[in-house]
């Protein structure tokens, strides 16, 4: 929760530039922070009497919380890419800055009461506010795009809404290209690593993002696919009160989903089941995937033991050749059919090299270890999982062969957000699941 200061502020309210030039200006401002802190370190660093490299003067801690603080501020898309590109390509960066646009992951600020209302006039006019009760200045939540308020609708149901920041749209296309330059400025990214598929991927995603009619579309579409399932639970839409720039839903209560590690193994083994069986289905059958990783978007409550499933607006539909395809190297991993697992990696876009190439081997390794959980007819303990560390190892090897480097397609990419959420979510939990004999159901 964001905190106060002493004279009543609120020290995590922040006014966000709006307007092409003032997000411009907050880019400036920030390359001009980060420069002054190279020069610190850089004289810092001659006064020790050593020979400063700009690699050094530019990763310095400092300019990390220089840079994050700024996204953080601007939010929108420039705070998105960051998130995106710390997650997706993490092993491809150098460590530093791979940090650096960790750090957008858990921070983010929100607006002031003045920006706010300016936003809720626009969607409902001027006497907005005598359309709900007890609207709550203070989000709930704060995110990259909007924030989401706690209020009670005019028929008298407790109701949330999804406000989005002002100038989030208009400043999607700047914000990326503003990102890209500066990663490439930096010189810390690897020679002839084309993040431009990625990037320009990533402005079409955003902006499906940032329309919440399309979000409340979504919503409806996965609460009638599971309005039959028991495990889960979902708000409803509340179309009369929903908009472009504000989403309206029903408030559903749940308490953090990570907080059942103190349940049996056996629940947590269940919700967690649930979780993986609902990721498949999403990619198999429905081919429509929530790829917002954010343990925040699952709840759970103690007394029904319900899923509570939120926040759709990262939803994404993936074509039936890319779903055939990774079906297919699924069943390769379980055969140990190399390749098949080569082939298949292929069609889905990854860079496999020759296969009697160093480098085909380690890609090959890659492959194998992060498709370990459905590899074995039992269930895969995650607590002791050594794939993190192992594929960490290996990405260290992969950083020797540059020459064969070119960005992830782009649906893996999203697609990976999700399994890696899951991935993270299973270990934190300790949670054990038969992903082989959940995965069957597709395969067969």
């Known amino acids: 929760m964001a905190r106060k200061k002493s004279d009543g502020k609120d020290d995590e309210a922040r006014a966000i530039p709006t307007s092409r030039a003032g997000r411009l200006a907050s880019m400036a401002r920030m390359a001009g922070s980060v420069a002054g802190g190279m020069l610190a370190e850089g004289t810092r660093q001659l006064r020790a009497g050593k020979r400063p490299k700009a690699r050094d003067m530019l990763l310095t801690p400092g300019n990390a919380r220089r840079v994050a603080e700024q996204l953080s501020t601007m939010r929108g898309a420039a705070m998105k890419v960051g998130q995106i590109l710390s997650m997706d390509t993490g092993e491809f960066l150098p460590r530093e800055l791979a940090d650096i646009l960790a750090r957008l992951r858990d921070d983010a600020r929100y607006m002031p009461a003045a920006q706010l209302h300016s936003v809720m006039r626009e969607a409902y006019g001027p006497e907005w506010e005598s359309l709900f009760y007890n609207f709550t200045t203070r989000p709930l939540a704060a995110a990259s795009i909007g924030q989401v308020h706690k209020t009670i609708s005019p028929d008298g149901r407790e109701i949330v809404l999804k406000v989005q920041y002002p100038g989030v749209v208009g400043s999607i296309d700047s914000d990326v290209d503003n990102i890209a330059s500066l990663l490439r400025l930096s010189g810390l ?16 995603q955003l902006k499906d993002e940032a329309d919440y009619l399309k979000e409340a579309e979504f919503l409806q579409a996965f ?36 907080a059942i590690i103190d349940l049996p193994q056996a629940e947590r083994d269940r919700v967690m089941t649930a979780l993986i069986e609902l990721m498949l289905l999403e990619l198999f059958e429905l081919r429509m995937v929530q790829t917002d990783p954010n343990f925040a978007n699952y709840q759970y409550r103690r007394q029904t033991g319900e899923i509570v499933l939120l926040d759709f607006g990262a939803t994404r539909r993936f074509k039936a050749g890319f779903v055939n395809n990774y079906k297919k190297l699924a069943r390769a991993a379980i055969k140990g059919d190399k390749v098949k697992l080569a082939a298949a990696a292929e069609k889905l876009g990854f860079a496999v090299g020759d296969t009697d190439s160093d480098y085909h081997d380690v890609v090959l390794q890659v492959l194998m270890i992060a498709l370990e959980p459905l590899r074995n007819d039992a269930p895969y303990d995650f607590a002791r999982s050594t794939m993190a560390r192992d594929l960490s190892t290996l990405a260290e090897n992969v950083s020797g062969y540059r020459d064969f480097w070119r960005a992830p397609p782009t649906d893996a990419v999203y697609f990976h957000r999700k399994v890696a959420g899951m991935y993270l979510l299973a270990t934190r939990l ?14 067969a």
């Open 189 to 204: 990214l690897p020679t002839g690593f084309d993040l431009q598929p990625l990037l320009d991927d990533a402005k079409l």
């Open 223 to 258: 609460g009638d696919l599971l309005s039959d399932d028991k495990r889960f639970v979902l708000p409803e839409v509340l179309p009369e009160l929903t908009h472009r720039n504000v989403l309206a839903m029903t408030y559903v209560s749940g308490s953090p989903i990570d």
């Open 430 to 443: 300790k949670a054990r699941v038969n992903v082989y004999q959940l995965v069957q159901r597709w395969l």
